[in-house]
């Protein structure tokens, strides 16, 4: 008996549907409707929900400072505080301060930045898809935070370009650009230091690519961007430079964090548990590296091979140059220096917070528990003893779900054809 034209039509929309969820052949176009429709989405935040000025106005009166020939980081301050940035981040809104009209024209203003949101939104896209092994789904869940939304279109935070710096250092290392991948990196670097987080996992990466010679000469270029970003206020002041601009010992404000609230503001201020948040993430790296080897028969394995041939890559031996493990490894370093931060500013959430799905997927839980657990405890504000501790517990069990979970991704789902049969998306 056949179908109606109207039941063809829906039967056809159906496996249609599918296809675009299920079907590795239709990523690419789900990431361009995902990508159109944040685009719709974004415009339609900046055109109805009111902007909130935070740091706009001090960077911009910064800005104002270095155009008159102030040089010297210790006296360039603004309504907010000092610059405690690297020089990265007075290049770049040298730029958005001429294309704004002195910072006065906010709605180009969220415009560039929703520009900005968008392209590292198409960025994230292009790693997941060059990780593969992902369901098309999973970029179903990328537009969907309030937060990350608000950090770009309605707080212009500089952290968004260090974020997007990083996210295209990410796709160059997957896609074996690795000088590229440094430059870019040195340029998020040269914005905000959060990009040192990804360091640890970049040296497993590139030790087991490219040997030990070539890592430490990759190194240095990483330093030598540092140097040429901030060759104008090295010259004149370099102590008062690197004192403000890569200042580790900074005390964060109490009231902003959102996590480790829980612990109390006299805790929380303590310097000794700076030096024990910060020891943490340093000691965490033999464990990281560990498990991170485990198929190349452990570290100490990788590490003796590339140092007995360091002219060579050891890259014969070693998985780790698969696109999916150059992105768990550098999404995991990242995600551990953020677990144990000393503190966590409302803005921070965009230094990860397009990675989670892809880490929640190679983890045994179901993935929207977790992401949603997180989404609540950044959009809680101010923060409480339970959204801080909320936020510490998904991040553990995150990590914990990497650790015993799919180093590359659970077995993906089946999708059903029009005969009936199954066809395995893998």
């Known amino acids: 008996m056949s179908q109606?034209?109207?039941?063809?039509?829906?039967?056809?929309?159906?496996?249609?549907?599918l296809k675009l969820l299920l079907d590795p052949q239709y990523f690419v176009v789900l990431a361009g409707l995902v990508v159109l429709g944040d685009a719709c989405l974004t415009q339609l935040i900046i055109r109805f929900i009111s902007y909130t000025e935070i740091d706009w106005e001090t960077y911009m009166y910064q800005?104002?400072?270095?155009?008159?020939g102030e040089r010297d980081y210790a006296l360039i301050s603004g309504p907010t505080g000092p610059i405690v940035y690297p020089a990265g981040h007075v290049?770049?809104?040298?730029?958005?301060?001429?294309?704004?009209?002195?910072?006065?024209?906010?709605?180009?203003?969220?415009?560039?930045?929703?520009?900005?949101?968008?392209?590292?939104?198409?960025?994230?896209?292009a790693i997941y898809h060059k990780a593969g092994n992902l369901p098309n789904w999973i970029l179903l869940l990328l537009p969907l935070s309030k937060r990350l939304h608000s950090i770009y279109a309605l707080r212009l935070f500089n952290d968004c370009w260090a974020v997007l710096a990083s996210q295209a250092a990410v796709l160059a290392f997957v896609s074996s650009w690795d000088a590229t991948g440094i430059l870019l990196l040195g340029c998020a670097l040269s914005v905000k230091m959060n990009a040192l987080l990804y360091v640890p996992g970049l040296l497993v990466v590139l030790f087991q690519r490219r040997g030990a010679a070539r890592?430490?000469?990759?190194a240095l270029l990483l330093a030598l961007t540092q140097a040429g970003a901030g060759l104008p206020f090295l010259r004149a002041h370099p102590r008062s430079y690197l004192g403000h601009a890569y200042e580790f010992s900074r005390v964060f404000l109490f009231k902003w964090t959102v996590n480790w609230r829980f612990l109390g503001e006299d805790l929380f201020l303590d310097r000794?548990?700076?030096?024990?948040?910060?020891?943490?993430?340093?000691?965490?790296?033999?464990?990281?590296?560990?498990?991170?080897?485990r198929r190349e028969g452990g570290a100490w394995r990788v590490v003796s091979r590339g140092l007995l041939s360091p002219l060579s890559a050891p890259a014969k031996l070693c998985l780790i140059v698969l696109a999916s493990d150059v992105v768990t490894v550098l999404f995991t370093s990242n995600l551990i220096g953020i677990v144990f931060a000393r503190s966590l500013h409302y803005q921070f959430y965009s230094w990860y917070a397009t990675q989670l799905p892809f880490l929640c997927w190679r983890t045994k839980y179901p993935v929207p528990v977790l992401l949603l657990a997180i989404e609540y405890a950044w959009n809680t504000f101010p923060s409480t003893n339970l959204s801080s501790g909320t936020l510490l517990a998904a991040h553990l069990l995150l990590l914990a779900g990497i650790w015993f979970g799919y180093s590359e991704g659970k077995v993906a789902t089946a999708v059903p054809t029009h005969s009936g049969r199954s066809e395995k998306v893998e």
């Open 63 to 68: 800005l104002e400072l270095y155009l008159k």
């Open 215 to 218: 890592t430490l000469a990759l």
């Open 272 to 293: 000794r548990w700076a030096g024990g948040s910060s020891r943490a993430i340093w000691d965490a790296r033999p464990v990281r590296v560990v498990r991170w080897c």
């Open 4 to 17: 109606s034209p109207s039941l063809r039509l829906l039967d056809s929309l159906w496996h249609l549907g």
């Open 91 to 125: 290049y770049v809104h040298q730029i958005l301060y001429y294309l704004t009209d002195g910072g006065q024209d906010m709605w180009r203003a969220q415009q560039i930045y929703g520009a900005l949101y968008i392209a590292g939104l198409f960025l994230t896209t």
